[in-house]
T-cell receptor, first 115, second 110 residues
Framework: EAEVAQSPRYKITEKSQAVAFWCDPISGHATLYWYRQILGQGPELLVQFQDESVVDDSQLPKDRFSAERLKGVDSTLKIQPAELGDSAMYLC?????????????FGPGTRLTVT | DAKTTQPPSMDCAEGRAANLPCNHS???????VYWYRQIHSQGPQYIIHGLKNNETNEMASLIITEDRKSSTLILPHATLRDTAVYYCIVRVAGDYKLSFGAGTTVTVRA
C-alpha cells in the first residue's frame, strides 16, 4: 500500500538554528498538507498545496516558516530561526483531490525538539 | 470554536464492541461527520465518514442520529491495536480542511 514518506523522523535542534523537513506524498496525489501537532492536541493545518501552488497558508507563521513544493511532487517545510515553542510533531498528508471526499493520508511525522 | 464534543477518554475490553460518542449539535445540512484515529507516534488514519445515513466499512460503523446532532463510532470487536486517539470532525462539503479537536483517547484492555 502506498504511503506518505517523511524525513527525518526525529530532529533535535537548538533555538535560533534552521531546520527543514521533507515530505513525499503518495504518487498522483495533487494536494499536499503540512500540519503541526503540539503534544496533547490535535493536528493544526499550517499550509495546503494544490500541485505547486499554495492554496492556504493562513496559519503558517510566515516570519519564520516557509514551505515549497517546486515541482508539485515532494515538499519541504523550513523553520528559521527555530524557537522553543516550535517543538511539536510536524505531519504531512496528501489527498487525491481537495474536496470533501478527498480522504487525507498522513505520513508518520517528524518530531521536532528545540532546546 | 469546536464543532464537536467528545469524552476525553474511555476504556474498552478486548473483543468487545467499543462505542465512541460524538456530539455535533450545531451541524449544518451540508456538513459531513468524519472519524480519524491516531495511534501513538503515527499520523492520523481515516476511518469512515457519513452525511445522514449509517455507514459501515471494514474498520467500523458510523451511526448518525436522525436529527444529526450526534453520532457514534462503533468498533465491533476491539483489539489492543485499536488503542488510539479517535477524532470526530465535522467538515463542510467542498471544504478541504480537517479541524481536529482533542479527540477521545481509547484504551483497549486485555
Amino acid at each position: 500500500e502506498a504511503e506518505v514518506a517523511q524525513s527525518p523522523r526525529y530532529k533535535i535542534t537548538e533555538k535560533s538554528q534552521a531546520v527543514a523537513f521533507w515530505c513525499d506524498p503518495i504518487s498522483g496525489h495533487a494536494t499536499l498538507y503540512w500540519y503541526r501537532q503540539i503534544l496533547g492536541q490535535g493536528p493544526e493545518l499550517l499550509v495546503q498545496f494544490q500541485d505547486e501552488s499554495v492554496v492556504d497558508d493562513s496559519q503558517l507563521p510566515k516570519d519564520r516558516f516557509s514551505a515549497e513544493r517546486l515541482k508539485g511532487v515532494d515538499s519541504t517545510l523550513k523553520i528559521q530561526p527555530a524557537e522553543l515553542g516550535d517543538s511539536a510533531m510536524y505531519l504531512c498528508a496528501s489527498s487525491l483531490q481537495g474536496g470533501p471526499f478527498g480522504e487525507q493520508y498522513f505520513g508518520p511525522g517528524t518530531r521536532l525538539t528545540v532546546t | 470554536d469546536a464543532k464537536t464534543t467528545q469524552p476525553p477518554s474511555m476504556d474498552c475490553a478486548e473483543g468487545r464492541a467499543a462505542n465512541l460518542p460524538c456530539n455535533h449539535s450545531t451541524i449544518s445540512g451540508n456538513e459531513y461527520v468524519y472519524w480519524y484515529r491516531q495511534i501513538h507516534s503515527q499520523g492520523p488514519q481515516y476511518i469512515i465518514h457519513g452525511l445522514k445515513n449509517n455507514e459501515t466499512n471494514e474498520m467500523a460503523s458510523l451511526i448518525i442520529t436522525e436529527d444529526r446532532k450526534s453520532s457514534t463510532l462503533i468498533l465491533p470487536h476491539a483489539t489492543l491495536r485499536d488503542t488510539a486517539v479517535y477524532y470526530c470532525i465535522v467538515r463542510v462539503a467542498g471544504d478541504y480542511k480537517l479541524s481536529f479537536g482533542a479527540g477521545t483517547t481509547v484504551t483497549v484492555r486485555a
